[in-house]
């Protein structure tokens, strides 16, 4: 069993930042594909950033160049930070563990078996 718990959500004005962290097991650090999913209200969950086990990463096209995701080794966690936010990055964010096969990690949800609660992220204009 894979255990995530998400942080770092909060309210923000547009343009603004945040910064996220996903605390997991050493073990699932090192080993799944993670990644980053939001969801608003009435649409389906989506995939915003995932990292596979060497650092290769996958973005959604509408956070390309604005959010970075990252793991960090030491601290055992998945982090995700967003620069230049918008009102349509206001869901709710959550960290997901999966299986890695051979490097490819896709931002598709259901390949995703371990997630966390989640932790708000609104953006206001």
């Known amino acids: 069993l894979v255990q995530l718990v998400e942080s770092g959500g909060g309210s923000v004005q547009a343009g603004g930042s945040l910064r996220l962290s996903c605390s997991a097991s050493?073990?699932?650090?090192?080993?799944?594909?993670m990644g980053w999913f939001r969801q608003a209200p009435g649409k389906e969950r989506e995939g915003v950033a995932v990292?596979?086990?060497?650092?290769?990463?996958n973005y959604a096209d509408s956070v390309k160049g604005r959010f970075t995701i990252s793991r960090d080794y030491d601290q055992n966690t998945l982090n995700l930070e967003m620069y230049s936010l918008k009102s349509e990055d206001t869901a709710m964010y959550y960290c997901?563990?999966?299986?890695?096969?051979?490097?490819?990690?896709?931002?598709?949800?259901?390949?995703?078996?371990?997630w966390g609660h989640g932790t708000q992220v609104t953006v206001s204009s």
């Open positions: 990292v596979n086990t060497v650092g290769s990463e």
């Open positions: 997901a563990a999966g299986l890695d096969y051979g490097g490819l990690c896709r931002r598709n949800k259901d390949e995703y078996v371990y």
């Open positions: 050493a073990y699932a650090i090192k080993t799944y594909c």
